[in-house]
């Protein structure tokens, strides 16, 4: 069965520091999002992904958060000058349309720490 | 705004048990509701989803749930737990018109114990 994967499984850096997560989306899914959990917190949506546009994002997602679709198969979230908040597991998933009943197929999640 | 509420941080069953994870909603339109179970070092796997018709939804791994509009409602059942269901359970609901993301519950930290 296809998976969202993502890479790496965590990841440690300092803050201030500029960090790329990486997800590859399930192959037919044109649809991609990236959520994060803070730890003991619930899951919290970030930003959506369509057509190499952002189509919606959350009040998180601030100046310091960019993501990208490099290539036909990678979706990348980037956080500019990471801060100690930022320290969350992010999780990428992905949907083959954009009907609200389609289920998100999530990733194993990174683990992001920030020192 | 639409919100989900999973009243337990903790359930704990004996194996061979009826298990429920107990989620409540609250949205302006009609819900589209879901859930999702992450077993430890996993991402979140989808289990099982109300969009519209019966309200006894079946689900992977003999999970089911039950739509419930007038108490606001979405339980996850399970007639007989195994050890193996010991996961993080969340519950998630989709409701504004175009928008895709969802918004999650707490969680549910569900233990079947031997």
């Known amino acids: 069965e296809p998976e969202v994967t993502q890479t790496p499984s965590h990841q440690v850096t300092q803050m201030g520091q500029e960090v790329i997560l990486r997800c590859v989306p399930i192959s037919n899914h044109l649809y991609f999002y990236w959520y994060r959990q803070i730890l003991g917190q619930k899951v919290e949506f970030l930003v959506s992904?369509?057509?190499?546009?952002?189509?919606?994002k959350s009040e998180i997602f601030d100046d310091q958060f960019s993501v990208e679709r490099p290539d036909g198969s990678n979706f990348t979230l980037k956080i500019r000058s990471t801060k100690l908040e930022d320290s969350a597991m992010y999780f990428c998933?992905?949907?083959?349309?954009?009907?609200?009943?389609?289920?998100?197929?999530f990733g194993p999640g990174t683990r992001l720490t920030v020192l | 705004a639409q919100s989900v509420a999973q009243p337990e941080d903790q359930v704990n069953v004996a194996e061979g048990n009826p298990l429920t994870v107990k989620c409540t909603y609250s949205?302006?339109?009609?819900?589209?509701l879901f859930w999702y179970v992450q077993y430890p070092n996993r991402g979140l796997q989808f289990l099982l989803k109300y969009i519209t018709g019966d309200n006894l939804v079946k689900g992977s791994y003999g999970f089911e749930a039950e739509f419930n509009k007038s108490q606001t409602s979405f339980h996850l059942k399970k007639p007989s737990a195994l050890v193996s269901d010991s996961a993080l359970y969340f519950c998630?609901?989709?409701?504004?018109?175009?928008?895709?993301?969802?918004?999650f519950g707490t969680g549910t930290r569900l233990t079947v114990i031997p």
């Open positions: 998630a609901v989709r409701d504004a018109p175009g928008a895709n993301n969802l918004f």
């Open positions: 949205v302006s339109g009609n819900p589209y």
């Open positions: 992904f369509y057509n190499n546009e952002i189509s919606e």
């Open positions: 998933a992905s949907t083959r349309g954009d009907r609200r009943e389609s289920s998100q197929y």
